[in-house]
C-alpha cells in the first residue's frame, strides 16, 4: 500500500510540475518579447532549479547593425559580474601558496605611499573594505584614452590618505580589483589575461569566454546600448573606464556561465564556501548579509548558502543569482545600460509560480554597487 501511495503521489505531482514550468515560460516569454523587441538590442535569461533547465532564451539583438540574434551563445560584458573572476584568480594564488591573504600592498608595489600600502591587505581588497579611493575620480578631465589597471595603480600609488581605516567598514570599489588585477600579474608572472585563461577558462572549458582588449575578437559579441532620456536606444558600448580588467572585463555567455556555476557547485576549482568563512565583511547595518571574494552572500540556519552579483556599465546590465547545495541558477545578461528593474518583474515571476529558490532579498544589495 505504501508503494502504491507513493506511486500515486508521484503521478500527480509530476504533471504539476511541468504545468508550473510551462505556465512560468509562457509568462517570461510574454514579459521579455514585450520589453525586448526583435529589432533592439535585449537580453538573455537562464533559470536552473534542482539541476534543470527551466528556462534558457534571448530576446532581442546582439548587434543591431548586423541583425545578430541574442541566443544563449551571446557574450555579455560582465561588468561587476566579472569580479568574482579576478577573485577566483587571487585564490588560486593563495592554494598555490604564491600569496596570503594577509600581504600588503607594499610586497607588490614597493613605490605605493607607505602609510596606505602596509595597511591595506589583499583581503580588504576582496571584500570592499580597503578605503582606496575611487579611481573614477582621480582621472584627469582631459583622459581620452581607455584606461587599464596600471593606469589605475599610477593614479592610486601617490594617495596617502583612505576614506576610512582599512577593514573598518564596507564600500565598493572599483579600484581594489583593478589593484587585485595588478596583484596577480605580479604574483604569478604572467599577464591577467594567460593567467585567467589557462587556470579557469581553459579547465572548464569556457571555450566562448574571453578578456575585453580593444581590437581583440570576442565570439558571438553583443554591443551595449543606452537609453536617452526620450527612450531611444544609442550605441553605448564603451567608455573611458571600460578596459579595465580586474573590475569588469570578462565578457562571457549563458552557456559558459553555466560552466563556471557548476564548477562553484561542485568545487572544481576550490571549495568557495570555505573561502568565504576566511574572507568576508558584514554589510552596512540596514542590508542583511556579507560581502567577500566578488560575492554579496547570505546565508542562516534556515536557508543555505545564497551568494549574488550584478554587474553595471555604460552598455550593459547583468545579474546571477546562486544557491549551490540547491542546483539553483538565475541569471540575466542585458545589452542595455540601466536595465536592472528587469531582475524585480522576472524575480516576481519566479515567486508566483515556486520557482524562487532563497528568502533572502538580495535587490537591496544593488544600491551598494552605485
Known sequence: ??????????ALFFPFIACSQMQLEKDLDALLSEQYKSTQA??????????????QKGFGFANVTT???????TTFRMAS?????????????VKQGKISYEDNLLKFFSDFSPVVGKKIKIRHLLTHSSGVWDYEDLIPASQKTQLLDNDVLALLRSQSKTYFEPGSTFKYSNSGFCLLEQIVEKASGQSYIHFIT????????????????ANATIPHRAMGFARTKEGILKDSDQSVTSATKGDGCVYTSLKDYQK?????RTHQLLNLEEELKKVHILLPKNVQGRYGLGWFYAQDAQNPLAIYHTGSSCGFSNGVLLVPSKNYLFAYFSNIADNHAIEKEIGALLKKHSFYDTAFDFLKMLELTQ
Open 198 to 213: 589557462e587556470h579557469i577558462f581553459k579547465p572548464l572549458k569556457m571555450t566562448d569566454t574571453r578578456i575585453y582588449e
Open 67 to 73: 541583425k545578430e540574434a541574442i541566443t544563449p551563445q
Open 42 to 55: 535585449g537580453i538573455a535569461v537562464m533559470i536552473i532549479k534542482d539541476g534543470k533547465m527551466l528556462y
Open 1 to 10: 500500500m505504501r508503494l502504491l501511495n507513493i506511486a500515486t503521489f508521484w
Open 260 to 264: 563556471w556555476y557548476n564548477a562553484i
Open 81 to 93: 559580474v566579472s569580479k568574482q573572476f579576478t577573485a577566483m584568480c587571487i585564490l588560486l594564488l
